[in-house]
């Protein structure tokens, strides 16, 4: 019996560790997150992906950011793509999270802690792709992408004034 090409089944496994114990304040993030990096790597067609989302305090993510990137100072989100992906493994990377950090812009914006940790992970998930925003066509670029990912997440715009 003939059969015909086989199809690889879409594989997404996302490990969220906790940290910190700030992030015990945040009810719901968890199903938040996975739900934002599943519609990610949908819309994006990702068909295979494994990462670790970790969610931690600015302490860590300063230290984090000083040996990586040489800045002394928290941040929101960092992205640390794997080193090597291949056919043969679908680990694209880990996506780090600093609750203060998250929690102040989110206070100073107005808007829902889940919503902006969704946009951070989402954000984060484009790094391990390949995408950035340092040259201006870039950034314009990765925040289509964002705004296309998060608005099927029924996420406002986070870019809009």
């Not at 984090?64 to 640390?80: C, E, K, M, P, Q």
Request: proline residues 5%; without cysteine; glycine residues 4%.
């Amino acid at each position: 019996m003939a059969r015909g090409p086989r199809r690889t089944k879409a594989v997404l496994t996302i490990d969220v560790l906790v940290e910190s114990g700030l992030w015990k304040k945040a009810r719901g993030v968890r199903p938040a997150i996975r739900r934002a990096v599943a519609k990610a790597a949908a819309t994006l067609s990702t068909p295979r992906a494994e990462l670790a989302i970790v969610l931690t305090d600015d302490s860590a993510i300063r230290l984090l950011n000083r040996a990586w990137r040489g800045i002394d100072a928290a941040t929101n989100v960092l992205s640390f793509p794997a080193p090597r992906v291949s056919a043969e493994t679908a680990l694209i990377g880990d996506i780090v999270l600093a609750y203060e950090t998250i929690a102040q812009e989110a206070r100073d914006e107005k808007k829902p802690f889940a919503h902006h940790v969704a946009h951070l992970v989402v954000h984060g998930f484009l790094h391990l792709l390949g995408y950035d925003h340092e040259r201006r066509k870039d950034a314009q670029a990765m925040e289509r992408t964002e705004r296309n990912i998060l608005r099927r997440l029924a996420i406002p715009d986070p870019y809009r004034s």
